[in-house]
């Protein structure tokens, strides 16, 4: 049986090493790494350590190095295609059937790295001679030393047609054709791809050329012209210096992401060498991926002009989706015109640095530029800026990410405008009067009150600890049946404060889902809910004996259900508004209490006691909506 390198590869990939070992040995964490004590020989003082990122382990005793495989075949005594499978059950991997095939591929693309290879040497050879003068008085001029031209592999095609074809004529045409060396017209003789440019070998994360890139020298266009896709090369799945920055993130704990390789190489030279860059296209998929296994939050650092900070925003919404809790990206902006380059010329790598540490989350960085996106001065303008805020945080698939980032657009959107809707900055009391039992949308109004000033946030405390579970198990009973409440209440209900963490999270997603889903009804959001961890407690809100609201009940459909379905509404409306402005009334109540006792004058005597009524009223409210006000 053949397996090619690539399946091994991702069989490793998948396992974790430290778990694997840590099932027989002892481990234990240190940094980035873990350590044991040596199973292969004996000692007291643990030298053997385990690398999950890199995949291996080494003991700088006994010298014993190896993967997962090895693992599996020295300690636990197993043959290879043993160790394989089951390692391959483990991964969740089937192991591939013999395929004279895929051998027969594993073995052209060793043979292709051989080609890459050849040619990177040959480059290399030809920058070095006497053709190559002008090629290294460029790279003196853009400040790259020797030694940085020898350890990223620079190089010279020459201005010729056949030259690299001659020089690797060991190879057959159509190999070098295959590798990307070569390009093939119909009807003509295959030439060279790259003449009179500047090459930079591409590597692998193992550090084998895979490709090239080339920087004309002179005029012409393309000024930069890479390798195209190749079995071994595929753009949107390789990072630039990915084998060098990998072992150096491990160090500086981070991870930089620049435009081109350009920028990764001033970056070296400067003595910065955590820095990656992608391949001529937008960050991947793939390609997050790969900065996520390397660091949690990588830094964009994207030039300051507008393409540069477009292409952070492509790079924004690409991530989005693939959020999860812990793992986002940053992002930090250059000077406008400035590239790396010009930024550690100028300033040195404590420039540079300084770049980073103003880096901004991702966040921070959708919200700056929506808001500048256009004028925010009508109510429509206002309304477009919400609908591209929560529009990105709807593309986010993992739920809890979701419900913060709306929360952070809402809290940010409510800042914003908080001086131009000076009436938003507390909720308002419902002040009854006798108008209060007239039609739904007529008379139940909550009106606000002059004389009423926001709560202290002690005192806000104090009103906030008043809310009991049943009102809230009925609200959010409420809500599960009539979910187009829901849209209706969204700034009510986002404000209301709930003190038991689950029913707060319920009431969350639920307002989350009917925003993103117009016209749903109970089994509708129901079905949103299913696969969630708050279903249980609503399906359990659902079934509940004890709650004896109107709004609570199931209603079959008839033309009394429907009546019955007005009335329902009409009193979760004036539900809803009752038990967010009780709160604050007993809040405002506290603090007024406190005043007259220190002043013991008439005014506040008056205000106590307007508030205590106000206080009254809303409990009496509360009773007359519920059937059965004892169970409260």
Request: glycine share 8%; charged share 25%.
């Amino acid at each position: 049986m053949t397996l090619t390198p690539q399946w091994l590869d991702e069989l490793r990939s998948r396992i974790t090493l430290s778990t694997l070992i840590g099932r027989t040995v002892k481990i234990i964490r240190a940094g980035r790494e873990y350590k044991a004590c040596c199973p292969f020989h004996n000692e007291k003082t643990p030298s053997f350590t385990i690398n999950d990122e890199k995949g291996f382990y080494h003991c700088f005793g006994c010298g014993a190095h190896g993967d997962a495989i090895r693992w599996m075949t020295e300690q636990r005594g197993l043959g290879f295609m043993d160790a394989v499978k089951e390692l391959a059950v483990e991964a969740g991997m089937d192991v591939p059937a013999p395929d004279p095939r895929a051998a027969k591929k594993a073995e052209a693309q060793a043979s292709l790295r051989d080609v890459t290879q050849a040619a990177a040497d040959w480059f290399a050879q030809q920058l070095a001679s006497s053709n190559g003068a002008p090629a290294r008085d460029y790279l003196k001029r853009r400040g790259i030393s020797d030694a940085t031209r020898e350890a990223f592999g620079f190089g010279l095609a020459p201005d010729s047609r056949g030259s690299l074809k001659e020089a690797l004529k060991k190879f057959p045409t159509q190999m070098l054709v295959e590798a990307g060396m070569l390009i093939a017209v119909d009807g003509k003789e295959p030439y060279d791809r790259f003449r009179g440019r500047l090459m930079i070998p591409i590597r692998d994360a193992r550090g084998r050329v895979i490709a090239f890139g080339g920087r004309i020298l002179g005029d012409g266009e393309p000024k930069y012209l890479n390798s195209p896709d190749t079995p071994l090369f595929d753009k949107g799945r390789v990072l630039y210096n990915l084998d060098k920055a990998s072992p150096a993130s491990r160090r500086t704990n981070r991870v930089i992401v620049v435009e081109g390789y350009m920028d990764v190489i001033a970056l070296a030279e400067a003595g910065i060498a955590d820095a990656v860059a992608p391949l001529g296209t937008a960050l991947t998929e793939n390609q997050l991926g790969l900065l996520w296994r390397m660091m949690p939050v990588p830094v964009l650092c994207f030039d300051g002009d507008a393409a540069g900070q477009k292409a952070a925003m492509r790079a924004a919404a690409r991530a989005l989706p693939l959020l999860r809790p812990g793992f986002s990206l940053a992002f930090a902006t250059l000077p406008p015109g400035q590239d790396p380059d010009d930024l550690v010329r100028a300033k040195g790598a404590e420039g540079f640095e300084a770049i980073l540490e103003s880096a901004e989350p991702l966040v921070e960085r959708l919200w700056a530029h929506e808001v500048a996106a256009g004028p925010l001065t009508t109510p429509e303008e206002r309304a477009a800026l919400k609908s591209r805020l929560l529009a990105h945080a709807d593309g986010i698939e993992d739920a809890d990410v979701r419900h913060h980032y709306r929360e952070a657009f809402r809290e940010r959107l409510d800042v914003l405008f908080a001086r131009a809707r000076p009436e938003r900055s507390a909720r308002q009391p419902w002040t009854g009067g006798a108008g209060a039992r007239g039609g739904w949308g007529g008379g139940r109004r909550f009106q606000p009150d002059p004389r009423l000033q926001p709560p202290g946030a002690e005192t806000r405390i104090i009103g906030e600890a008043g809310i009991s579970a049943p009102y809230i198990a009925a609200l959010l009973a409420g809500l599960l049946r009539h979910p187009s409440a829901l849209a209706r209440h969204e700034e009510e209900l986002s404000r209301l404060f709930i003190p038991d963490s689950a029913d707060a999270e319920l009431l969350a997603v639920m307002l989350d889902s009917a925003i993103a889903h117009e016209g749903l009804d109970c089994e509708g959001l129901l079905a949103i809910l299913e696969p969630m961890k708050v279903y249980n407690r609503a399906t359990t809100l659902l079934r509940a004996d004890g709650m004896h609201f109107s709004f609570t009940r199931r209603l079959e459909d008839s033309d009394e259900a429907e009546a019955a379905r007005e009335t329902a509404l009409r009193d979760l409306d004036e539900y809803i508004g009752v038990l967010v402005t009780q709160p604050e009334i007993r809040a405002r109540l506290a603090e007024a209490t406190a005043e007259f006792q220190r002043t013991m004058d008439e005014e506040g005597l008056a205000r106590q006691q307007t508030l205590r009524a106000l206080d009254e009223d809303l409990t009496r409210r509360l009773a007359a909506l519920s059937e059965n006000s004892s169970q409260f």
